[in-house]
C-alpha cells in the first residue's frame, strides 16, 4: 500500500509539474530537494479537497492553500485520483 501511495504521488507530481505556466501569486510547486538544499522551513501541510477532475485545478488549489498557510512554496506529497483528484503537499518558506 506504501508503495502504491508513493507511485500515485510521483505520478501526480509529473503531471502538476509539466505545465510551464505561470505560478502568479501563488506558491510554487518544488522537489523535496530543492526544500532540503535551500533550507526552507517547513510551515505545516494543505489538502485538497478532492472535487477537481483535472490535475492543474487540484494543483492550483494547492498552491492558493499554501499561499494562504504562509508559504512561498509547496511539495507534493501524496494524491489519489479516482474519478475525481485530491492531493496534499508540504508547505514551506524561505529561511
Do not use: N
Not at 40 to 46: A, K
Not at 79 to 94: H, L, N, R, W
Request: glycine share 10%.
Amino acid at each position: 500500500m506504501k508503495a502504491y501511495k508513493i507511485i500515485v504521488a510521483a505520478v501526480l507530481a509529473g503531471v502538476f509539474s509539466m505545465s510551464a505556466m505561470a505560478e502568479g501569486e501563488h506558491a510554487k510547486l518544488i522537489t523535496k530537494e530543492v526544500a532540503q538544499k535551500e533550507g526552507y522551513t517547513r510551515v505545516g501541510t494543505v489538502s485538497t479537497s478532492g472535487e477537481f477532475t483535472d490535475p492543474m485545478d487540484a494543483r492550483e488549489e494547492l498552491a492558493k492553500l499554501a499561499e494562504e498557510k504562509g508559504g512561498k512554496y509547496f511539495v507534493i506529497i501524496g494524491g489519489q485520483e479516482k474519478k475525481k483528484i485530491s492531493a496534499t503537499a508540504e508547505v514551506y518558506k524561505d529561511k
